[in-house]
């Protein structure tokens, strides 16, 4: 897609309440060079069957008070590739992920004004998510990986309540900023979900053997990158 206008403002809008989705891809290739997407529920769903999406510019915007939308949801199990260059992504959510997903991120930003920029799941499995450029912000994390997959991080700006939070995974970080802007707590390990400590990066080991997020016990890995915790969590 790509918008041929002078003036820029091109738009596809979908949505009506809050039920519809902008785009749905259930396979092959899509490539957003410039223009608008906007819907009021998911902006890009992807299903089905193995897709390769690129945003390399242009505006997605899933609209940000509607709950639980997101700027790209996932729900396909066959391979997904979704590469990210350039752009600008802005929803409730931003990147909700099921297994065998990849991102690869070199610029752009993600935006989540409500819950987070890139979520896994603690039962989808296989992911692999990489982070070298562009910036992805959360209202909560953002990055929450639960799932059994990678994360590697080497550069980029990641800002959220509680920067990056760990509970499963290979998690490697050699480079990037790291930031959690929210007020300290306590660390408080749960079953589902995490309690936001305002740390830059928060690994945690729980016990869900009997529960369908099995989350294994993380393995980190930090060679560089810098950490920061507005509130001194």
């Known amino acids: ?24 891809i259930c396979g092959g290739t899509f ?12 902006a890009i769903l992807i299903d089905e069957n193995a ?5 390399n510019g242009g505006k997605i915007t899933a609209e940000p008070n509607t709950n639980n939308s997101a700027v790209m949801y996932v729900s396909s199990t ?10 600008e992504m802005v929803g409730c959510n931003g990147i909700l992920l099921w297994n065998n997903t990849k991102i690869n991120m070199t610029g752009g930003s993600i935006e989540a004004k409500g819950h987070t920029g890139i979520q896994g799941n603690g ?9 070298s ?13 639960p799932q059994g997959g990678k994360l590697n991080i080497s550069g980029g ?15 490697n970080i050699s480079g990037g900023s790291i930031s959690g802007t929210g007020a ?10 995490y309690v936001d400590t305002g740390d830059g990066l928060y690994v945690e080991v729980f016990d869900n053997s009997t529960n369908s997020e099995n989350y294994g016990t993380p393995v980190v890995t930090v060679t560089g990158g810098a950490f920061n915790s507005t509130n001194g969590a």
């Open 1 to 24: 897609i790509k918008d041929s206008t002078t003036e820029k403002n091109g738009v596809i809008k979908a949505g009506v309440g809050t039920a519809g989705n902008a785009i749905n």
């Open 31 to 42: 490539t957003l060079e410039s223009g608008n997407i906007y819907s009021l529920n998911n």
């Open 51 to 55: 897709a390769t999406v690129n945003i």
């Open 78 to 87: 066959s391979d997904t590739v979704i590469n990210i260059a350039g752009g």
């Open 123 to 131: 039962s989808k499995d296989n992911t692999e998510i990489t982070i």
């Open 133 to 145: 450029g562009g910036t992805v912000s959360g209202y909560y994390a953002a990055i929450y990986h």
């Open 157 to 171: 700006e990641l800002t959220g309540w509680t920067g990056v939070v760990v509970k499963g995974g290979n998690i």
């Open 184 to 193: 300290a707590d306590t660390y408080r390990p749960v079953s589902s979900g």
